[in-house]
């Protein structure tokens, strides 16, 4: 069985663009959270989705958002990027939000 | 709101000597446990998780973590460690009620020597 997969692997941007990342989640797991790593720390929790609806956010401003389609993938949406941003962008996905996740291999995202 | 502080931000140590990697955390609920793995240039992988029942759990690859409620600790420990050991270590909690979004530490880098 495919694991969580994540698109794409890597990513350059420049200060003020625009990101979209991808993630499909394993097959059958209707739960999907994106977290951000910063090189030297541990991931930040930044949305949950479970059944196309939010139900968690972490402590990140309004330049981020994501949504689930019915298929149970997601994105995850930066907007006017900055450096700080730079980071690994990671997917996680779960039966349900009471499980345990699932990780994907991220997205390395580098804004110049 | 949960808080995991890991104690050491690096461990080094030889191969095939024992080796413990800290975790604390701070919780005002019940809270579920988990220690990750990270590779160079990959994602996390679950390593072992505690959810409820006997406070020692194990993987399949030698760790073991014990649950200690009156310490508020999760300590990571192995009795004899290979090359292949090192890597970035996580440890994470969850609000049982909470929908299982993680909280994780700063993570612990374990350097296995020959």
């Known amino acids: 069985d495919a694991g969580v997969t994540q698109s794409p692997t890597h990513l350059i941007k420049t200060r003020g663009q625009h990101v979209t990342l991808r993630c499909s989640p394993i097959s059958g797991h209707k739960s999907v959270s994106w977290y951000q790593q910063v090189l030297g720390q541990g991931p930040q929790f930044i949305f949950q989705y479970y059944e196309k609806e939010e139900r968690g956010r972490g402590n990140f401003p309004d330049r981020f958002s994501a949504r689930q389609f019915p298929n149970y993938s997601s994105e995850l949406n930066v907007n006017a990027l900055l450096l700080g941003d730079s980071a690994l962008y990671l997917c996680?996905?779960?039966?349900?939000?009471?499980?345990?996740?699932?990780f994907g291999s991220g997205t390395r995202l580098t804004v110049v | 709101a949960q808080s995991v502080t890991q104690l050491d931000s690096q461990v080094p140590v030889f191969e095939e000597a024992p080796v413990e990697l800290r975790c604390n955390y701070s919780?005002?609920?019940?809270?579920?446990l988990f220690w990750y793995v990270q590779y160079p240039n990959q994602g996390l992988q679950l390593l072992l998780k505690y959810l409820s029942g006997s406070t020692l759990v194990e993987s399949i690859n030698g760790f073991e973590a014990e649950f200690n409620k009156s310490q508020t600790s999760f300590h990571l420990r192995k009795p004899s460690v290979h090359i292949s050991d090192t890597a970035e270590y996580f440890c994470?909690?969850?609000?049982?009620?909470?929908?299982?979004?993680?909280?994780f530490g700063g993570g612990t880098r374990l350097m296995v020597k020959p």
């Open positions: 996680a996905s779960s039966l349900s939000p009471n499980y345990g996740y699932t």
């Open positions: 919780s005002s609920v019940s809270v579920y």
């Open positions: 994470a909690v969850s609000d049982t009620n909470a929908g299982n979004m993680l909280t």
